[in-house]
């Protein structure tokens, strides 16, 4: 089968049995496993890009592709031709060591990052054999039906067969913002604009409203938008900010190393160094020195501890968010399903103007129909799984149930007071509809007793919305005028206990038949009040407060009622001042942008808010200085989510929507869960930093030992393998093993990390300086000490203290601020393990007589050994003073900052 190219008859204009028959599938039933499969391999993955990602051998090679590594072999080589072969083979294999170890952490990175992206790929509801299942969207074949609803992105290019109320936002692929709407009927004009086929559906654009579905009929690059590849946003480049600095920094510090080397290479000749060993020490000097693994290294962070946030719930979108996390000042949560558990159950029923509800009057049939309160209520849901036996409202029944909680809710509700769903909609099916949609905060469904004309219209929702359009309630089982007044403030006396307060209402005699189901929502008869309760989450209190001790302010944006909002805030922590102000949507719509930046500093509540609303608040944010966090699970959300500057959308109710617009998916809906990525972004970036300070320090003092020993008269201290040794092992082991560090105890109780701070901020280069002339200033007095004792071990010792005061180093900047006595000497495993392997490695190239061939060491007695450990632990003990400094004395403090307090 080979569906018809661009240039035979478009689908558009084909009707939709043209279009089954010509895909040879039945719509009712969709295709079966093995033609799936069978079509897979004829038509391949539906992605639009063949993956580029590189394999592990391109990936091994491209860890030799740096200049210096390659002239380093290059110059051991000839070295090896005109001299001393055993040397170039030593340097030769630590080079090759030295790549594999960063080609192991490059590929653990590479499939930490593809199975992220795994998991972040978007899926489609299809019907095959009969069923509907959720699939991986590139798994789509041509002839695959598929179920499409508001937020979902269109998976590939689909013909509709079915549709209701569905309007499509192709602004991705014909730049018309306006959402278009679409049906089943065929285009005649074969060359219709892609715009104006109303029967089609694009990969790429995404359902504004309504449902619909429809056969695909080209997937991958032969769809629309496969076609213009070139207007896909390109999200290739996911360098973070800190990645670009780094890399800059790089550049300049690399110029100054070619420098300092080349300075050293010259004094070296003119001391009498040959050429040849002068020439290779430089060399190696300027290996091991240039950091140009840092942006890797980063990378390596950022990807693994992706991995890390997935085990807690957090899907990382995009990397750089990891790094950024740690900056939010600002956390904009949804409500309902985030801080609460999204768990509704009714826990009372009003009689407008009216007492609580006895089971017996919801019971009661309403004086002009035949029909309950519970039973509208429960006809105005779009629930399904509800069973006719009145078990239904144990817990076991809830998993049956499918739908909006709210609804669910209502649902159980209804069944327990004798309203059957099934057997209602039996007796009065549903013949139209207006939708729920947050911006209108209410539903109408439109029924027409079986056999009778008469219709009937049930509505619910928010009571400001539905109240208006009352003019009658029931009370004592009569229709009385409403006193809309005292309604309002009596749903306002509900929803300020932390109820949800929905107006169920009706109407069955206005309108006429033809009428629009909107008509059907005047002169209404409002019937109760209904309250839910939705029990705050447990945890939410908690990471609320955590949050306020890590300088990071909560504010809760919701569709619900001021008073609920207020009482649920209040209960968790995220205000608490019963008196301040809930901004609702209508009093922020009157603010302009300026009235709202300086609104923003003082509301923690935003209630009765649209979508749209959550953009300006972002905005008014951002223009504050702020660092926002903002969640979002609808459509109209995608907006906020993808300008603030960590967007999260939810996992479990989310649209596709606002997955794609999002930063970081919340794989449970749970606010507690933001927090926790919070910390956890600070715990990564504090340990890349712990990287940087302990990679440029040692490299400094590397550099400054070969620099500084022909000024002061003494011979060249180290040998080219010496230089690559520390580059590969005293760098390389302990400081991946940094990567594991902990999370500081102090890491939620100091204010977030300002954005613009650089990552050498709070004395990080000075630090580096130091620490690296300390380093240099011990190994070379004990170069000039051993040759004026006469000590002929005087390099094996130099070498092994500069070897040794790495390791100190490294164990007291376990944290920046604290003890290690403090922080728990053991409580890093895998560094005091890499520290203990290098310290063996290290003995290993003094006392194993072969390698004393090697590295042209001599074994040191247990005196000279001991001295060499004394001298390098000086490092460790001005490490700790430097860190008592800084703690007491506010060392490194930013003037212009709050200090944090630990
Ligand atoms: P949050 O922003 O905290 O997640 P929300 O998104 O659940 O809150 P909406 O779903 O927009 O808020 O609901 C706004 C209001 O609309 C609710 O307060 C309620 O009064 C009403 N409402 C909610 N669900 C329904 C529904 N299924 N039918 C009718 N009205 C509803």
Request: proline content about 6%; overall charge negative; hydrophobic content about 45%.
């Amino acid at each position: 089968m080979t569906p018809p190219g661009p240039l035979e008859r478009p689908w558009h204009t084909m009707t939709t049995a043209a279009v089954a028959e010509q895909l040879r599938v039945d719509p009712a039933q969709g295709l079966t496993p093995n033609e799936v499969t069978r079509r897979q391999r004829e038509h391949g993955d539906n992605t639009l890009r063949a993956a580029t990602r590189r394999g592990p051998l391109r990936m091994l090679l491209a860890q030799f592709a740096d200049v210096m590594v390659l002239v380093l072999i290059g110059a051991a080589i000839i070295a090896a031709l005109v001299g001393d072969p055993e040397d170039t083979l030593a340097i030769v294999a630590i080079v090759i060591l030295n790549a594999v170890l960063g080609f192991v952490q490059e590929y653990r990175a590479e499939r930490a990052l593809a199975a992220l992206g795994a998991m972040a790929a978007p899926t489609a509801r299809v019907r095959r054999a009969g069923e509907e299942r959720t699939v991986p969207s590139h798994d789509l074949v041509p002839g695959d039906l598929v179920l499409l609803e508001a937020g979902n992105v269109v998976p590939a290019d689909v013909r509709l067969t079915d549709s209701v109320r569905l309007s499509v936002e192709e602004a991705a692929l014909t730049g018309e913002s306006v959402p278009v709407e679409k049906d089943t009927a065929p285009t005649s004009a074969t060359d219709a604009p892609l715009g104006d086929r109303h029967g089609m559906l694009y990969k790429g654009t995404s359902i504004a409203a309504g449902r619909g579905t429809g056969i695909v009929v080209a997937t991958g690059m032969r769809t629309e938008l496969g076609r213009i590849a070139a207007m896909l946003q390109d999200d290739t480049d996911v360098r973070s900010p800190l990645q670009l600095r780094l890399a800059a920094f790089g550049r300049r510090l690399a110029v100054l190393v070619i420098g300092l080397c080349t300075i050293i290479f010259v004094t070296g000749l003119l001391r009498g160094e040959p050429l040849g060993l002068m020439f290779m020490t430089a060399l190696s000097l300027a290996v091991a020195a240039i950091p140009e693994a840092l942006p890797a290294v980063i990378t390596v962070s950022l990807a693994l501890g992706a991995r890390r946030m997935v085990r807690q719930q957090a899907l990382i979108r995009r990397l750089p968010a990891v790094e950024t996390l740690g900056s939010v000042t600002y956390i904009c949560t949804d409500k309902t399903g985030t801080l609460t558990e999204n768990r509704m159950r009714v826990d009372v029923v009003q009689a407008p103007c009216g007492s609580a509800l006895e089971a017996s009057h919801v019971r009661t049939p309403l004086p002009h129909v035949a029909l309950t309160i519970a039973g509208v209520a429960t006809l105005c849901t779009d629930v399904q799984g509800a069973a006719d036996d009145a078990a239904a409202d144990d817990a076991a029944a809830d998993d049956v149930l499918v739908g909006d909680p709210t609804e669910t809710a209502l649902v159980r509700w209804a069944t327990a007071h004798e309203a059957h769903k099934p057997s209602l909609e039996q007796r009065w099916p549903r013949i139209a509809e207006v939708p729920f949609t947050s911006e209108r905060a209410r539903m109408t469904t439109v029924h027409a007793a079986a056999g009778h004309e008469q219709r009937l219209a049930c509505t619910k929702g928010a009571p400001e919305r539905v109240v208006p359009h009352c003019d009658r309630m029931l009370r004592d089982g009569a229709l009385v005028p409403i006193d809309r007044a005292a309604v309002l403030q009596q749903a306002e006396q509900m929803a300020a206990s932390g109820l949800r307060v929905l107006a169920v209402a009706t109407n069955s005699d206005h309108g006429e038949p033809g009428d629009p189901p909107d008509a059907l929502e005047e002169h209404q008869l409002l019937l109760a009040l209904v309250g839910l309760i939705d029990p705050p989450r447990q945890e939410a209190a908690d990471a609320v407060l955590t949050c306020h001790t890590a300088g990071i302010h909560v504010v809760m944006i919701t569709g619900d009622h001021p008073a609920t909002a207020r009482a649920i805030a209040l209960r968790l922590g995220i205000e608490t001042d019963p008196t301040a102000p809930v901004l609702t949507g209508r009093a922020l719509a009157d603010l302009n942008d300026e009235a709202l930046r300086e609104q923003v500093e003082h509301t923690r509540v935003y209630a009765r808010v649209a979508p749209e609303d959550k953009l300006r608040i972002v905005r008014a944010l951002q223009a504050r200085g702020e660092f926002a966090a903002m969640t979002g699970d609808g459509v109209n959300d995608a907006p906020a989510l993808k300008h603030a500057d960590i967007g999260i959308a939810m996992g479990l109710g989310g649209t596709d929507v606002a997955r794609e617009a999002s930063h970081m998916v919340l794989l449970d809906d749970n606010f507690a869960t933001i927090v926790q990525a919070v910390r956890e972004g600070r715990r990564i970036y504090d340990n890349i930093r712990r990287f940087v300070r302990f990679v440029l320090s040692t490299n400094a003092g590397e550099i400054w030992t070969l620099f500084l020993a022909p000024f002061l008269g003494l011979p060249l201290p180290l040998l080219p393998i010496h230089i690559l040794w520390m580059n590969l092992v005293t760098d390389g082991l302990p400081g991946l093993a940094l990567a594991a560090e902990r999370a500081e105890r102090d890491v939620m109780q100091r204010p977030p990390r300002p954005p613009q701070e650089g990552i050498f901020a709070h004395g990080l280069w000075q630090h580096a300086v130091w620490v690296g002339l300390l380093m240099a200033a011990l190994a070379l007095g004990t170069l000039a000490w051993a040759r004026h004792t006469g000590n002929a071990h005087w390099q094996t010792m130099t070498f092994t203290v500069l070897t040794l005061s790495q390791l100190t180093h490294i164990m007291a900047i376990r944290s920046e601020r604290q003890s290690v006595f403090r922080q728990g000497v053991t409580s890093n495993p895998l560094l005091l393990l890499a520290v203990v392997a290098t310290l063996l490695l290290q003995l290993a190239t003094i006392y194993v007589p072969a390698m004393n061939g090697v590295f042209r060491t001599v074994p040191l007695t247990l005196g000279e050994l001991a001295a060499c450990l004394a001298i390098a632990s000086v490092v460790f003990v001005a490490v700790e003073f430097e860190k008592f400094l800084v703690r007491r004395r506010g060392l490194y403090a930013d003037p212009a900052a709050a200090t944090p307090a630990s």
